[in-house]
């Protein structure tokens, strides 16, 4: 109690500071919520082989449907625990009243040990349940969600064990047959019992003993739904298998070219990315290279980690963002509407940044509700080993937000919006949501070693703003991949419901939209998976709708009108 | 993972002008003198010396030629003229040495190492043998073995060449502890200068170690700031460091070095290059376009170019750099398969301007090149990655990849030469069939022949050479080429004869004796071929009726008895032929062929016993 008082009484101290100072646009602020999630069991930061540095994947859900959205994160582990049976892939806390987060992975069922690295989440057999697939190196796992946030182990009546070296995972129907299929991106071929050593050049960087991503990587998997609660592993056939074995990272899937079939992007470390183009008849098209998303706009391969979309310029075409490893720049791409897509980043004033860390999880999402999404990136160097290089990005890195101001032009305010406050961490993965359930959306942040950080957004202002939590009927149960466009006095904005991405994370499904000074929305117009198009009119802002495909909006839960009422930054 | 952002340009770059060496060349006094002497020799009825002379004129020649070869970078043809040469001086070691470099700069890496190993087996102390194969070894990717050999290379010549290969070898390993005792070492012995630290950080910098070529070349500009190269190499260094964020260091020193060296290009080049990183597309395209005024042959420049006008939407103008730097990469691999990016970068000018399948082959091509790429990040050897640039089309056209400025002097010193040669090696081969050698005679005409096809008597010496030596398959060729010009000559059409039907061209040798038919009862054993490519040609019975005539006026021949039984078997006449067998065999109870024949007859008729019996 009285470190938590102490707690408050910086927090509050510290807000006054920045008070003191003009006020970013955006601001959080870090939530300490008793219990707190724990970390997983605590582990060497001096990693040394690559298993040992990339999982880190985070997830936001609602888990028993009681409309306030849980977490769940990987939890690490270690060659040797690895070795002994692992450690449980999984914790999941369970929201409780007044931010309180309980763990619940025993009693939930979530035992299966192994070594976790990504989450992805959707209701893969249409129950009305968001089940969990949790990618690990040598074997994936798929829940079932029973209800009442119990889940069984069900990967083996699945097939969907997978294996290798599991990381991003994202959840599409990509034949639209109303079942949800399964992307995993593998990454480095790695074998415990031979890895690399002292002398080798896989063992070597700037001289310290650790493993750099020059070694083969493994192919990809697309696990098809079958319908009846099992899946067929069909990448080769789809044409996504990566057969030259790249390294990939973080998976996502978007309909890019706005044919209403589901694409797929896939980051690949030290090599091009994928962007495959949905053929409609169960195969897709490799056309990164072509697209200009593949490399670096002067042509280079980058360390690609993540990426995310989101209709940039209000013109109904996904743009895409991409992180990379330190030193190479974060990217923003304009989809051009031709099929290709165009590096702005520059104009964004992305490129020019002189502080270039590694960074892992992005995700836009509109924090200050203004309509523009903004850009939120998690940061941390592989290993805490690389912290003896005089001239090297740390271990431990700020995090970014960059606020988008309307014209193309995003400005980093991490620091003045407060998400640097807290203790320097090493991250990886993000999930954004809307936690609070208070119209303003929130991150949860995967940190190496440690709880996960909570932030939530406590940004004031007038915007108004909508959240809508889509349920499919014909389509997918969880409506991945409906399309919602979102049409104001001022402005006209797109988004597609997700079911995975940035870096091996899942975010809130819920679709938001800030609307600025719009307090109605003239139009609210679904294309639904399975082809239905709705269109809902004059829909006030300001409320979390639940819409079902063929019935319009089923419930409505108001949000508190919004306030640029500062004193309303109360940490709960 | 750092470094992929920043193309690094070497160094350094040694460059000798052919020019020079092919005007040494063409001072040909001592080529005179051999060749010469070797005339003189011959004349004078001294074989063995003449022999002696001509080989020293031959493999000075063909040596001479080689370095030409070696320093337009054709080494290819040079290892094939050093091999020739060491093969008229076999037991010369410099000339091993000169072959087994030119086999490795071809990348002929196997042949490169077994003539290493030779070398080594001849001198076991020699610091330099080891010193070549520690370099094979490293194009092989054996680092362990290639740390052996120049470990040794330096235990037996603690020389500065020997001292940074064996420190880029450690390098290479990620032993950097190694490689840094290695040059605290040197630097004891060479005493602490500017040039010593400036290698010492190229070792570092070309490595991928750009911190510790940093510390060097900052050591290096204590003692000497005028160093040509020394402000470029540490402003590369920052580059590889810490890539943008040391522009502004980096840039500095690119102007230092300009200060001292203007017509540095490397140093425009890679203002150029920060230039146009920070969107400064003026000052980018006037120090990219001195670069390439400057070295109008450096690709790396005119990616850069193509880039910014990519950048600066001039299509037309990025097109023709792109191409031009893509016409000027002789070998992909060079910096890391750069190409790749022009290439790509080609490939997005054709899809915005509408040529789709055009921009879908240069995708291709970068997407290729991307995988050699990897490969070389992995650390494969370098024959594994040119086995799959094969496989991915990826090797260079048949082009020559050498300036022709260069490339003329050298060859046209060859061209006056080639006769000179040809005549030696024709010389050569008329002494050593004086000999009787006639293997080794063949073999020089051989030589002779591809240095001058159409020099005066060669079919007919190296007809009769590969002839007598028994070497029928080549002397099919040259002997028809004569018989061609001289149809009346007996011994040619005899010989081409035999040779034909010795290489189982029996219709051939058939049709070439035959204009001699009348005058073949006088030479029985040529009659005996002939009726022997008769029967093998279906006119087995005019081969039935002249084996019978050459039987009856030699019945004890057990060869005629047996070629008679073959014949009459193809004829199918089971009687004939098994009463010349068993006459074969009486004559020659050792002749397997005919016993073999008769077993096989006596089978066929159903007559197991008697074929048992026979087979006994």
Redesign the interface.
């Known amino acids: 109690m009285m470190k938590r008082a102490l707690t408050l009484l910086l927090t509050l101290l510290f807000a006054t500071a920045v008070g003191a100072q003009q006020r970013a646009a955006i601001h959080f602020h870090e939530i300490h919520p008793q219990p707190s999630p724990s970390a997983a069991p605590p582990l060497t930061l001096d990693k040394k082989y690559l298993v040992e540095m990339m999982g880190g994947g985070i997830a936001l859900f609602d888990c028993d449907g009681d409309g306030k959205l849980d977490i769940v994160v990987v939890n690490d582990s270690s060659i040797d625990r690895y070795r002994a049976g692992g450690d449980p892939m999984i914790t999941l806390y369970h929201q409780d009243a007044d931010l309180k987060f309980t763990d619940i992975t025993q009693q939930a069922g979530l035992s299966t040990r192994g070594w976790g690295m990504g989450i992805a989440i959707a209701d893969f057999d249409n129950d009305g349940l968001p089940d969990i697939y949790v990618t690990g190196y040598g074997h994936n796992v798929l829940y079932r969600n029973l209800g009442g946030c119990r889940f069984k182990d069900v990967t083996a009546e699945t097939h969907t064990a997978g294996g290798g070296f599991s990381v991003g995972a994202a959840w599409a129907d990509y034949d639209r047959d109303g079942h949800l299929d399964l992307f995993v991106s593998r990454y480095v071929h790695t074998d415990l019992e031979h890895l690399p050593h002292p002398g080798m050049a896989a063992f070597n960087y700037q001289g310290i003993a650790m493993e750099v991503p020059v070694s083969a990587g493994e192919t990809d998997l697309l696990f098809h739904n079958r319908g009846d609660n099992t899946f067929e592993e069909v990448a080769q056939k789809a044409g996504v298998d990566n057969p030259d074995k790249k390294l990939g990272m973080g998976v996502l899937w978007a309909d890019y070219d706005n044919d209403g079939w589901p694409d797929l992007f896939v980051a690949n470390d030290m090599g091009p990315n994928f962007l495959y183009r949905n053929k409609h008849d169960g195969t897709f098209e490799e056309t990164g290279m072509l697209s200009g998303i593949a490399l670096s706009p002067d042509g280079r391969t980058m360390g690609n980690m993540a990426a995310d979309v989101a209709d940039i310029h209000h013109n109904g075409r996904l743009g895409m963002v991409v992180t990379r490893y330190g030193y190479q720049p974060l990217t923003l791409y304009a989809n051009q509407g031709d099929g290709s897509f165009k590096d702005e980043s520059w104009q964004a004033r992305l490129a020019q940044l002189s502080y270039q860390p590694v960074r892992w999880g992005v995700g836009f999402a509109d924090f200050d509700n203004d309509g523009w999404p903004d850009i939120f990136v998690t940061n941390g160097n592989v290993t805490a080993l690389i912290d003896t290089l005089p001239n090297d990005l740390k271990y431990r890195e700020p995090l970014q937000v960059f606020h988008n101001n309307g014209q193309g032009v995003y400005t980093e305010i991490g620091d003045r919006a407060g998400l640097n406050d807290g203790q320097m961490q090493s991250r990886r993965g993000v999930a954004f949501g809307d936690i609070d359930n208070d119209g303003n959306i929130d991150a949860v942040v995967y940190n190496v070693g440690a709880p996960p950080s909570i932030f939530l957004n406590d940004t004031h202002n007038s915007n108004h703003r909508v959240l809508l939590r889509l349920v499919g009927s014909r389509s997918n149960r969880s409506a991945i991949g409906a399309r919602v466009t979102v049409t104001t006095a001022s402005m006209k904005q797109m988004d597609e419901v997700r079911g995975g991405g940035s870096y091996l994370s899942t975010s809130d499904p819920r679709l938001h939209f800030g609307l600025g000074a719009d307090a109605v929305m003239k139009s609210v117009e679904i294309q639904w998976p399975s082809g239905l198009r709705e269109n809902l009119a004059n829909v006030a802002a300001d409320a979390i709708y639940t819409i079902v495909e063929g019935q319009g909006i089923t419930a409505t839960l108001k949000l508190p009108a919004p306030t640029a009422d500062s004193k309303k930054d109360t940490p709960r | 993972?750092?470094g992929?952002?920043l193309a690094l340009s070497v160094l350094s770059a040694n460059l000798y002008s052919v020019a020079q060496s092919v005007a040494h060349n063409q001072d040909q006094p001592s080529l005179q003198q051999f060749f010469d002497r070797a005339q003189s020799l011959q004349a004078s009825g001294e074989r063995e010396q003449a022999i002696i002379a001509y080989r020293l004129f031959l493999s000075n020649a063909l040596e001479r030629m080689a370095g030409n070869r070696q320093r337009i970078g054709d080494h290819a043809l040079a290892a094939q003229q050093l091999a020739a040469a060491s093969s008229l001086r076999p037991d010369d070691l410099s000339l091993l040495r000169l072959w087994a470099t030119a086999e490795r700069d071809a990348d002929h890496l196997e042949i490169a190492k077994e003539l290493a190993d030779k070398w080594i087996t001849a001198q076991s102390r020699n610091a330099d043998a080891y010193a070549l194969r520690g370099s094979i070894l490293a194009k092989l990717g054996q680092t362990d073995d290639e740390i052996r050999d120049l470990e040794r290379a330096v235990e037996l010549d603690p020389t500065l060449d020997n001292g940074f290969a064996l420190a880029k070898a450690y390098l290479h390993?990620?032993?950097?502890p190694s490689a840094a005792r290695l040059f605290a070492e040197m630097l004891a012995s060479t005493g602490d200068t500017a040039a010593i630290h400036m290698d010492i950080g190229r070792t570092y910098g070309v490595a991928g170690?750009p911190?510790q070529a940093i510390e060097e070349f900052k050591k290096a500009l204590a003692k000497d700031g005028t160093l040509p190269g020394l402000h470029y190499s540490l402003g590369a260094s920052y580059l590889l460091?810490?890539?943008?964020?040391d522009f502004p260091q980096a840039s500095a020193e690119f102007h230092r070095e300009l200060d001292l060296h203007p017509d540095d290009f490397l140093s425009h080049a890679q203002l150029g290059y920060i230039a146009l990183n920070r969107?400064e597309y003026a000052t980018a395209e006037q120090e990219l376009s001195r670069a390439a005024e400057l070295n109008p042959h450096d690709p790396d420049t005119f990616v850069s170019l193509g880039?910014l006008y990519v950048?600066t939407s001039r299509p037309a103008d990025a097109e023709t750099a792109l191409r031009k730097a893509i016409a000027l990469t002789t070998d992909p691999s060079r910096n890391h398969y750069q190409v790749?990016?022009?290439h790509?970068?080609l490939?997005?000018i054709l899809?915005q301007t509408g040529r789709t399948e055009q921009?879908?082959a240069e995708?291709q091509i970068?997407?290729d090149l991307?995988?050699l790429?990897?490969l070389e990040?992995?650390?494969r050897p370098a024959a594994e990655i040119a086995d799959r640039a094969r496989v991915l089309h990826l090797q260079q056209p048949d082009a020559s990849p050498f300036d022709a400025p260069n490339m003329e002097p050298v060859a046209a010193f060859e061209k006056q030469l080639a006769p000179v040669i040809a005549e030696s090696y024709n010389n050569l081969g008329v002494l050593a069939a004086q000999g009787d050698n006639f293997t080794a005679a063949m073999d020089y005409f051989t030589h002779a022949a591809q240095w001058r096809p159409d020099l005066d008597g060669l079919d007919y010496n190296l007809g009769r050479a590969a002839y007598s030596a028994k070497a029928y398959a080549r002397a099919v060729q040259p002997l028809g080429n004569y018989l061609l010009k001289h149809p009346g000559d007996l011994w040619f059409r005899v010989a081409l004869g035999v040779s034909l039907y010795s290489t189982g061209d029996a219709a051939g040798a058939v049709a070439t004796l035959r204009p001699m038919e009348p005058s073949l009862p006088s030479l029985p054993a040529i009659e005996y071929l002939y009726a022997a490519a008769e029967v093998e040609t279906g006119a087995a019975m005019d081969g039935i009726a002249r084996l019978t005539r050459l039987e009856a006026a030699q019945p004890k021949k057990t060869e005629l008895h047996r070629m008679l039984g073959k014949a009459y078997l193809r004829v199918g006449d089971m009687v004939h032929a098994e009463a010349e067998l068993r006459s074969a065999l009486r004559l020659d109870p050792g002749d397997t062929e005919s016993r073999h024949w008769l077993s096989d007859l006596l089978l066929k008729q159903g007559k197991q016993p008697a074929a048992a019996a026979t087979s006994e």
């Open positions: 993972m750092r992929v952002l390993k990620k032993d950097e170690y911190d460091s810490m890539g943008e964020i969107h880039q950048d790749q990016r022009a790509y970068l490939g997005r899809m921009a879908k995708m970068s997407t991307l995988k790429s990897t990040n992995q650390g």
